[in-house]
């Protein structure tokens, strides 16, 4: 159970204060400045960045928005290592540059600028430079990012691409993880390079090792292969259509994905996996459950040294 719970902010700053109130120290929030459009990112990094220890994980959470990250991060890594958790998790939006996130300000790029520059290079355990691209990863920090609608294993390299490891890569190549398609079956919005799968990921550090367990329920859902003007082209399982990508362009969801025809889990979802997985949660919990291989996949294993 967690030790610390931070407190609530006086009632007067919750609802109708003035903004300026927040600036003025103690603040929950501070929200003197204007976030303003998407050309001109502006929010406070101090409102997102956050470094905190339970059990034996050390998180480091930032944004990239705003600016360097690096100050930030070096003021977290000293933290981190002079309380010396088992396992550092770096934590943030973007998995690589753009929409927003300054270039090299991303959280892999960080994470790796922290292993050699910062006091995080505590944690490189038994990995070293370059890490993950040439099988060598650091063993006690690793990255989680989203953005990317995926949910894979994937280095320092990799994320830059928007690609992963596959799901039974040899640890020593992975730097961390893209968290980006829990809540996604599919993605008729862009064109990934990885599969957008939904799923379940359970971390572990029982027994300092690190165990990271995947349960898949849905299709490995990707754009169709076929091109607008192949009327004769037909899809692959687990392609979205072009139907179904013109009706989501249009504003529209496509029938086959509307609640009434999908069933209660939604379309691509792999019913019987997810009956399964919530009859297990219900009777075990989250911890003994990622430990039933009819349920979970194994990604990741290592010892935390």
């Not at 120290?25 to 220890?53: E, W």
């Not at 520059?117 to 989203?146: D, E, H, M, W």
């Not at 190549?173 to 809540?183: L, N, R, T």
Request: charged letters at 20%.
């Amino acid at each position: 159970e967690a030790s610390f719970q931070p407190a609530a902010p006086p009632g007067n700053l919750m609802v109708g204060g003035s903004t300026s109130d927040f600036t003025s120290g103690g603040a929950f929030i501070d929200f003197s400045a204007d976030p303003g459009s998407s050309n001109n990112y502006n929010a406070k990094p101090v409102n997102f960045n956050h470094y905190s220890i339970a059990g034996n994980v050390g998180f480091v959470v930032f944004s990239c928005v705003g600016e360097d990250p690096r100050t930030f991060v070096t003021e977290a890594c000293t933290f981190m290592q002079q309380n010396d958790p088992k396992l550092v998790l770096f934590m943030g939006h973007f998995n690589k540059p753009g929409d927003g996130c300054g270039d090299e300000d991303d959280v892999p790029t960080v994470a790796k600028w922290a292993l050699d520059n910062s006091a995080c290079a505590a944690f490189k355990g038994s990995g070293q430079s370059p890490y993950g691209p040439s099988n060598t990863a650091a063993t006690r920090l690793k990255f989680i990012v989203g953005h990317q609608h995926c949910n894979c294993m994937t280095n320092f390299d990799l994320t830059l691409e928007d690609k992963c490891l596959d799901d039974d890569s040899n640890p020593d190549s992975v730097d961390g993880f893209i968290i980006g398609s829990h809540g996604m079956s599919w993605d008729p919005q862009s064109d990934p390079k990885c599969s957008a799968r939904f799923g379940l990921p359970v971390f572990s550090t029982e027994k300092d090792q690190l165990t990271v367990s995947y349960a898949k329920l849905s299709l490995d859902t990707t754009k169709t292969h076929c091109s607008a003007l192949n009327i004769f082209c037909k899809e692959n399982p687990g392609e979205v259509s072009r139907t179904d990508l013109i009706s989501a362009w249009l504003g529209n969801t496509p029938s086959a994905w509307e609640p009434g025809n999908a069933g209660m889990y939604g379309a691509g979802i792999l019913t019987d996996a997810m009956d399964k997985l919530i009859g297990c949660l219900d009777k075990k919990g989250t911890l003994a459950c990622s430990k039933d291989t009819s349920i979970f996949d194994v990604w990741y294993s290592k010892n935390l040294v």
